[in-house]
């Protein structure tokens, strides 16, 4: 169980998080959604500790992040940030094998442990085929898979996701969001950023909608993804329908026709759904 | 059958790696045998021989080898390895590939110490040189985090460097300027010259050495993970700050040693691990291994250079790494522009 107490965090001369309390219980996939600029990322690093906390405190299953060490956090929780440059002269392999970081020191490098960490990562995220590939020529997708790879390698019960699927094709979203819910049934709770409204509808049990640095709703899928959260969270005057397939809520903007008078503002936050 | 293969290849036996760095302690030799060979009077390779292992104090020959230029060969190896190492770090830790201790004016900065040392604290013995060295090199690493605000592969840290540089090199002169008589050998110790430094002065600073040389294979698994980025060390539960200010500490030290022993001499650490990242990429125990051993032979081979160019005369070992690191420097530079 995942508590966040009286969380405030920023940067510099900014206040990003004002006072968040949240309790994610273990298991699943929770899902941060809000306006660019709400603070999911932030929240995300408070978390997992990149960000010093201005006040506040974060336990995993009671016992305050703050005080363990950068690895003891690291052997608890993983965090996948966004990638912005490829690492250069590394294979796929060598990225994977950088999961067992926190579990190593000088004296003990590679364990069997360490081994079978990585060769179930490379199982579940299907990158046999191209483990001995230097990262960069592999296509946008495939490395994400490498990173996802490697933070699963970690072997940790917590995994942090940021936007895991930016900058990838339709197809390989899907196939990745796919390969992250299956994650699920490995016990692992999953904590995820995501953009896509219907993406986050579709994959999450449990969605965290934030405004402006606060949890504005939380709760499951189904109570909260409305018309009047989506409205308030995101300023997105939408239709939610039922995906006939899943079961799932879908959230269809209202499309502006031409003969009406479309306002900027309509269009910056149609902008903002991406089609999946 | 898989499985087996990928544990071979996880924690195979780098044969090539391992032969690689066989060649270069092969060339390494070479050019140690060449430098002790070449020089003002050029020297047989029977003599040398004899110098080193059967040594008779009577020929002159011999007493050149022992005397003069065994002690530039290993202040020479002991300069190229440290200032290699002090490079690779600097390039990790501020993930720019311009970083260099002479670049950004550490060298300058430890200079400035030791001669300022040397004209208003005499009475502090020559034991504490390097101590004044490691003040210096440490001030101006703290004067250019301040200017560039240690962004990360900035170019106001290339900026911030060359104007710390300047501003050292500018007061190094006004000193100089004071005491013209008494600092006249240290105007040529200024330019980088191992020629005029001599065992007595490695023996103040190999305890340092020794110590930073350890120290840096131990950072070995947090430079791996850094290199991966800050955000992504950082979660795999690297401490950041920890690894930069521990980085910076060892940089401070090789950078403080070689200052003391032959003036600040520049672009080593700057080309060295460039050369040795077109051979090993991805691992930096092989990169600082390769680089020391890089280093070592093109501080070598540089110092063979400025004791033959100009024949009988020598110049200083700093003005040929320049010659050879400004054009590599340039070279990097218009790529980063691309």
């Not at chain 1, 329908?241 to 900027?264: C, E, K």
């Not at chain 2, 060359?162 to 000193?175: D, G, N, R």
């Amino acid at each position: 169980m995942l508590v966040i107490e009286h969380l405030n965090a920023g940067y510099k001369n900014k206040q990003v998080l004002k006072d968040i309390n949240l309790t994610l219980s273990e298991g699943g996939f929770i899902t941060l959604m809000g306006a660019n600029g709400c603070g999911k990322t932030t929240l995300l690093h408070s978390i997992s500790g990149l960000l010093k906390l201005a006040s506040g405190d974060v336990f995993l299953n009671e016992v305050s992040l703050l005080t363990l060490k950068r690895k003891d956090v690291a052997q608890r929780l993983a965090l996948l940030p966004q990638i912005a440059t490829t690492p250069s002269g590394l294979t796929a392999r060598e990225l994977i094998m950088q999961g067992r970081f926190p579990w190593q020191n000088w004296w003990r490098q590679w364990s069997e442990l360490d081994e079978k960490a990585v060769n179930d990562a490379i199982e579940v995220t299907n990158v046999r085929d191209y483990l001995d590939l230097p990262l960069e020529q592999l296509s946008g997708g495939q490395q994400q898979r490498c990173w996802i790879a490697m933070t699963l390698a970690q072997d940790t019960p917590v995994v942090l996701l940021d936007e895991p699927t930016t900058y990838l094709d339709v197809a390989h979203q899907v196939e990745l969001m796919n390969l992250i819910s299956s994650l699920k049934s490995k016990g692992k709770t999953i904590i995820a950023v995501l953009h896509d409204l219907n993406q986050a509808a579709t994959y999450s049990d449990y969605l965290v909608m934030m405004k402006e640095g606060e949890v504005y709703t939380q709760g499951k899928v189904k109570d909260v993804f409305t018309k009047e959260n989506l409205s308030a969270v995101f300023g997105l005057d939408a239709h939610i329908i039922t995906d006939p397939y899943n079961g799932t809520p879908i959230a269809l903007p209202v499309v502006t026709l031409p003969d009406n008078v479309a306002s900027t503002a309509d269009l910056n936050n149609r902008q903002q759904i991406h089609y999946a | 059958m898989l499985n087996k293969v990928e544990a071979h290849s996880m924690s195979g036996f780098p044969v090539a790696r391992l032969s690689g760095v066989l060649l270069l302690l092969l060339a390494v030799a070479i050019a140690a045998f060449l430098h002790l060979s070449l020089g003002a009077k050029s020297i047989d390779w029977v003599t040398i021989w004899q110098a080193l292992f059967e040594y008779n104090p009577l020929d002159m020959d011999q007493v050149i080898i022992r005397e003069s230029r065994q002690a530039r060969l290993i202040v020479s190896v002991v300069v190229g390895a440290s200032l290699a190492l002090a490079g690779v770090i600097m390039q990790a830790i501020s993930s720019n590939p311009l970083a260099d201790p002479g670049l950004l004016g550490i060298n300058s900065g430890a200079a400035f110490f030791v001669v300022a040392s040397l004209l208003f604290f005499p009475m502090f013995g020559q034991d504490y040189l390097p101590v004044f060295a490691f003040l210096g090199a440490a001030f101006a690493a703290l004067l250019v985090i301040l200017l560039s605000g240690w962004e990360q592969g900035s170019e106001r840290l290339v900026l911030a460097g060359v104007v710390v540089t300047a501003l050292f090199s500018a007061m190094t002169a006004i000193l100089l300027l004071i005491d013209q008589q008494g600092l006249e050998k240290l105007r040529h110790w200024l330019t980088g010259a191992i020629g005029a430094s001599d065992l007595k002065k490695l023996q103040w600073v190999y305890p340092y050495l020794i110590f930073a040389i350890v120290c840096c294979f131990t950072l070995v698994r947090s430079l791996n993970a850094f290199h991966l980025g800050e955000r992504v060390a950082a979660s795999l539960g690297v401490n950041v700050l920890l690894l930069k200010v521990s980085g910076l500490a060892l940089v401070v030290v090789l950078s403080g040693c070689v200052v003391t022993v032959a003036g600040p001499i520049g672009f080593v650490g700057l080309v060295v691990p460039h050369v040795a990242r077109l051979l090993v990429r991805n691992s930096y125990a092989w990169l600082f291994l390769y680089s020391l051993l890089i280093g070592t032979l093109l501080l070598i081979l540089s110092d063979i250079a400025a004791r033959i160019v100009l024949r009988p005369y020598e110049i200083n070992t700093g003005i040929i790494t320049a010659f050879v690191g400004a054009p590599v420097f340039i070279a990097l530079v218009l790529r980063r522009m691309k």
